[in-house]
């Protein structure tokens, strides 16, 4: 048997977590690398190919003054690429150096810096209150709203039926940091017909600047539990993202883009907080929770209309570390 202290090589201690939930080996599993040193990008992403999770985050350290301050260092990888921003490579790398690293933290929140800029993620206790499950939230970037596709071409490259879409609502490209094509239906029970055609999916999308389709919809409403149960409350919406050839059980970037496209459009009130639950079909259930304000009249909110007045746009969920060990490299 080989005693790992004994390998030759450069040992870099890497965590495993799952995000956008409680229980070990659901949410969505992301890798996460410290210190990485000299490592060139080409062996990032070689190593987060080798991970062959969605994602894999390095997190650079610094002097702690300075992370404070400016955000800690982290680079979000693919399997295929780096990334400007990632939801559960945010929520989860923050989740572990909010454990592993708490000088960094300040009123409860750690701050990232990665290439899309800083991302601050807060957390409902210190780990001296409650180690794992970490539940945080992080405020993401100001949306960008892009073009508006067309309901038929949709419905081609994702298999769903053009009179699944929700039709008081556009298709719409947003961006928080990474760009989606938000695509509401009039519920989540047409989920189980997606089926994205990559190829031609990710050609169409790429070529007006965004990257995959999240698909939402939502689940019918649960009977009241009294007469005087809350009639009006938010219900439960279901989402699906596939990509590079899987599924995501967990997009908390796409999450951010899909709940200020429903802010913006009036689907849901300014400031609700909404629960998402993604994963279910790949056995991997999440749980993200998400809110974001809509400043001005809806009725300037029309398909029309670039401008978004959407803000303080905050996705949320918990973190729980599942395992830790060693990379040896030469």
Excluded at 220 to 236: F, G, K, R, Y
Aim: with cysteine; charged share 20%; hydrophobic share 40%.
């Amino acid at each position: 048997m080989i005693d790992a202290t004994e390998t030759t090589g450069r040992g870099l201690e890497y965590f495993v977590l799952d995000v956008f939930t409680e229980t070990p080996l659901q949410g969505n599993p992301l890798a996460v690398v410290i210190n990485p040193g000299t490592l060139s990008t080409e062996k990032m992403q070689a190593i987060a190919r080798e991970m062959n999770l969605s994602e894999t985050t390095f997190v650079e350290r610094g002097p702690s003054e300075s992370e404070r301050r400016e955000g800690v260092r982290v680079r979000i990888f693919t399997t295929q690429e780096e990334l400007p921003f990632a939801g559960h490579p945010t929520l989860g790398t923050a989740s572990l150096l909010r454990v592993i690293a708490p000088e960094v933290v300040v009123n409860n929140t750690l701050t990232l810096n990665l290439n899309v800029g800083q991302v601050p993620v807060r957390f409902e206790a210190s780990p001296a209150v409650s180690l794992w499950p970490a539940h945080g939230e992080m405020t993401q970037r100001d949306p960008e709203f892009g073009e508006i596709l067309d309901a038929a071409d949709v419905s081609a490259l994702t298999g769903i039926a053009v009179e699944e879409f929700d039709h008081t609502l556009p298709i719409q490209i947003v961006s928080t940091g990474t760009a989606f094509a938000i695509v509401p239906l009039r519920s989540a029970e047409s989920l189980a017909s997606l089926h994205v055609r990559q190829e031609e999916a990710s050609a169409f999308l790429r070529a007006r600047g965004a990257r995959w389709f999240y698909v939402l919809g939502p689940e019918a409403p649960a009977p009241p539990t009294s007469p005087t149960a809350d009639l009006v409350a938010q219900p439960a919406w279901r989402a699906r993202m596939q990509f590079n050839g899987g599924e995501d059980p967990a997009t908390g970037s796409a999450a951010g883009c899909a709940i200020s496209h429903l802010v913006r459009y009036g689907a849901v009130p300014s400031g609700a907080t909404v629960h998402v639950c993604q994963g279910v079909e790949m056995g991997r259930p999440s749980d993200l929770f998400l809110s974001a304000k809509f400043q001005g009249d809806s009725e300037e909110a029309n398909f029309t209309s670039q401008d978004g007045n959407v803000s303080d746009v905050r996705v949320g969920g918990s973190t729980i570390l599942v395992a830790k060990g060693h990379l040896f490299l030469p």
